[in-house]
Nanobody, 115 residues
Framework: QVQLVESGGGLVQAGGSLRLSCAAS????????MGWYLRAPGKQRELVAR???????NYADSVKGRFTISRDNAKNTAYLQMNSLKPEDTGVYYC?????????WGQGTQVTVSS
């Protein structure tokens, strides 16, 4: 079992910044991919950004240049630095960790961007 706990969500004005954290614990396989997904109101959950244990990243087009994903392998923690936030970034952000034989999700953290 792997447990993922997100933190750092909240309410922010458009143009502001937030930093999300996702701490993983349990039976973690060292080679894994961690990602952040957004479920916006009325929409399906979609990929925002993901990062491999080797540091390779990819981003949704909508967040390129504004969001940065990073990780600290020693702490089993992934981060999402979100800058220049827009109202359309509002929703629940979920952390996900995938590796050989497992696929886990966190409970999510709410981000609300006011205009």
């Amino acid at each position: 079992q792997v447990q993922l706990v997100e933190s750092g969500g909240g309410l922010v004005q458009a143009g502001g910044s937030l930093r999300l954290s996702c701490a993983a614990s349990g039976s973690i396989f060292s080679i894994n991919v961690m990602g952040w997904y957004l479920r916006a109101p009325g929409k399906q959950r979609e990929l925002v950004a993901r990062i491999t244990s080797g540091g390779s990243t990819n981003y949704a087009d909508s967040v390129k240049g504004r969001f940065t994903i990073s990780r600290d392998n020693a702490k089993n923690t992934a981060y999402l630095q979100m800058n220049s936030l827009k109202p359309e970034d509002t929703g629940v952000y979920y952390c996900r960790q995938q590796s050989m034989g497992y696929d886990y999700w966190g409970q999510g953290t709410q981000v609300t961007v006011s205009s």
